[in-house]
C-alpha cells in the first residue's frame, strides 16, 4: 500500500508517502502561506506520488465531525486567510482519494498507538508543548471526540507561589498553555526556553505546571502512558523533575504498577519527531479500509 500523509502545522506542511507498516519512503517540508498557493504546492508534491488514500492531521481549529456541513474547514482561525477554507474538499477533489482527518494532536497521538511507544495500548495521552500546548487522547484505542476535541492544553492550573507572571491566554488567566507554553516561558524570564537550560528555578516552575496538568490527566482519562512531545520537552531534564513531582502530588493516591515506574509512565515521544506524519500513514490506511468496507 503506498499512502500519504500530510501534517498540516500553522508554519509547514510535512508531506510524506509511507506504507501501512509505518516505513516512510519519502517526505518534504512546504512552508505554509496562503492557503492557494501552501495547497497548491502539497497537491503537486502527491499527484505523482501514486498514493491510494491520504491522512490529514490538521492545525485548529477544525470541523471533524464528519456529518457537519463543514467537515473538513477550517475553522475561525487567527490565520485569517485560512478561515473557512475548506482543507479536506480541496485535497480530495484534486487527489480524488479517499481521505481522512483528524487534529494535529490526536494524529500525532495515533502515530504512537498505532507505531510508537504506546503501540498495543488501550488508553493513551499525548501532550505537545511548544508554541501552544494541545492532547490528543485515545481511549479503549478509538481517538477521542466530542462536544470537539480535548481542549487539554488549556485546563487550570494552581499558580506556582513565587510566580508574578500574568499568563499569555488571552482567554484564561491561569491555563496550561498560558502558563507553561514556549512564549509564555519566554515572556515570563525575558528570553527563549532554548537559552534557559541552565536556570534551575525557571525548570523547576515549568515542571510545577506540567505535573499538575499530568495529575489531571491521570485522574481524569487513566491512561496507561502519557507521552510528552513539543519543542519545550526537548530539555530532556524536565521528565525526571515532572515525574518527582507527579509522584508529590497524587501522594499515594494511586497505588498501581504504573505509579511505581514512573519512567516507564510519563515519557518522550518515540517517533523521532516523526510521529504526526506516521499517524496521517495509519489516517490514510483507516481511509483505504473505510472505502472498501
Ligand atoms: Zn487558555
Avoid at 516561558?185 to 537559552?195: F, K, N, Y
Amino acid at each position: 500500500m503506498r499512502l500519504g500523509g500530510l501534517e498540516a502545522r500553522g508554519s509547514k506542511m510535512i508531506c510524506a508517502v509511507g506504507t501501512e507498516d509505518g516505513v516512510l519512503l519519502d517526505q518534504t517540508i512546504i512552508p505554509t502561506r496562503g492557503p492557494k498557493e501552501t495547497m497548491e504546492d502539497v497537491i503537486a508534491y502527491f499527484r505523482d506520488k501514486e498514493i491510494e488514500a491520504l491522512g490529514i492531521a490538521s492545525f485548529g481549529p477544525v470541523d471533524i465531525h464528519k456529518n457537519s456541513d463543514t467537515y473538513g474547514y477550517i475553522l475561525d482561525t487567527p490565520k485569517e486567510a485560512w478561515q473557512h477554507f475548506n482543507l479536506l474538499g480541496t485535497i480530495r477533489d484534486a487527489l480524488q482519494v479517499p481521505v481522512e482527518l483528524e487534529t494535529d494532536m490526536n494524529g500525532a497521538c495515533l502515530g504512537e498507538l498505532t507505531f510508537g511507544c504506546a503501540k498495543g495500548l488501550d488508553s493513551v495521552v499525548y501532550v505537545s508543548i511548544g508554541t501552544g500546548i494541545g492532547a490528543g487522547i485515545a481511549v479503549n484505542g478509538q481517538l477521542l471526540h466530542g462536544m470537539i476535541h480535548p481542549e487539554a492544553g488549556h485546563m487550570l492550573l494552581r499558580r506556582h507561589p513565587r510566580d508574578g507572571y500574568e499568563g499569555s491566554c488571552p482567554f484564561h488567566a491561569t491555563c496550561f498553555e498560558g502558563l507553561a507554553s514556549g512564549p509564555a516561558i519566554e515572556e515570563r524570564w525575558g528570553r527563549p526556553a532554548e537559552e534557559l537550560h541552565n536556570n534551575a528555578t525557571v525548570w523547576e516552575m515549568e515542571s510545577h505546571y506540567i505535573a499538575q496538568a499530568m495529575v489531571n490527566l491521570i485522574l481524569i482519562m487513566s491512561p496507561r502512558v502519557i507521552i510528552l512531545g513539543g519543542g519545550v520537552m526537548k530539555n530532556e531534564a524536565l521528565f525526571p523533575m515532572i515525574r518527582k513531582r507527579v509522584k508529590k502530588i497524587l501522594n499515594g493516591y494511586l497505588n498501581t504498577d504504573e505509579m511505581e515506574d514512573l519512567d516507564k509512565y510519563i515519557v518522550p515521544a518515540s517517533l523521532k519527531g516523526n510521529q504526526g506524519v506516521m499517524g496521517c500513514i495509519e489516517l490514510a490506511r483507516r481511509a483505504l479500509v473505510g472505502q472498501q468496507a
